[in-house]
């Protein structure tokens, strides 16, 4: 019996809920991931990974490493083809603060991944509330807003008095001390005024991207 876990991908996920597997690469080797690059190895085969660190990467072998398309920032990759994008964009992504450029650029990835363009208004946080006050009217024209802050995480619960979009909060583990790593943000989320926010787990981009794709693809169902 070797020491490795064996590796099972779930290739039917698209016909059950519409939305391929992901693969989670951290506390993955490299040889892991490389297996599960080598598995998906097919001409129309497509794969996301997330949490694929710099140096899970730079271990790759130079084979491997050619077949993925890897950004440092989201710390995603991406095997296959790139999917066509649908415009204009119905999701927005906004941003606190540019500390939280990775959780969005995750959300981002992961959109675009599945075809799904999507708009990026970074750096408005209610610190500087003109800021957000000045791209309201903007932001409200999109369907669905994932809304990424950490700190006290006001953002979310200030958009769910602006604008009629479903919100969806991601809080992160930004902040000093009492910020306690993303929980104090994720408390004043699950606490917000605001009704009808949805909140994920504390740096989800990539949960808060697929739950964007799922109540679009409800909103278009409906609309067919």
Request: glycine content about 8%; charged content about 20%; overall charge negative.
């Amino acid at each position: 019996m070797s020491g490795h876990p064996e590796i099972i991908l779930d290739e039917d996920r698209p016909a059950r809920v519409g939305v391929e597997e992901a693969i989670f690469c951290a506390q993955k080797t490299a040889a892991q991931v490389s297996k599960i690059v080598e598995m998906s190895a097919s001409p129309n085969r497509r794969r996301l990974f997330t949490r694929l660190s710099r140096e899970t990467f730079n271990a790759l072998i130079p084979d491997i490493q050619s077949q993925l398309r890897f950004d440092a920032i989201s710390r995603t990759a991406v095997l296959g083809e790139e999917r066509a994008l649908t415009g204009p964009p119905r999701a927005a992504i906004v941003s606190a603060g540019s500390s939280d450029a990775p959780v969005v650029a995750e959300a981002a990835q992961t959109l675009r991944y599945h075809g799904q363009e999507c708009t990026i208004l970074s750096d408005v946080g209610v610190a500087g509330l003109w800021r957000l006050l000045d791209r309201v009217e903007e932001i409200g024209k999109h369907p669905v807003v994932i809304a990424v802050a950490g700190m006290d995480a006001a953002l979310p619960t200030v958009l769910g008095g602006l604008v009629p979009s479903c919100i969806i909060g991601v809080p992160t583990s930004t902040g000093y001390g009492a910020a306690r790593s993303g929980e104090t943000a994720l408390a004043a989320m699950l606490s917000s005024c605001a009704p009808g926010l949805t909140v994920t787990n504390i740096d989800n981009g990539y949960g808060a991207a697929i739950a964007a794709l799922r109540i679009l693809r409800a909103l278009d169902a409906a609309q067919a």
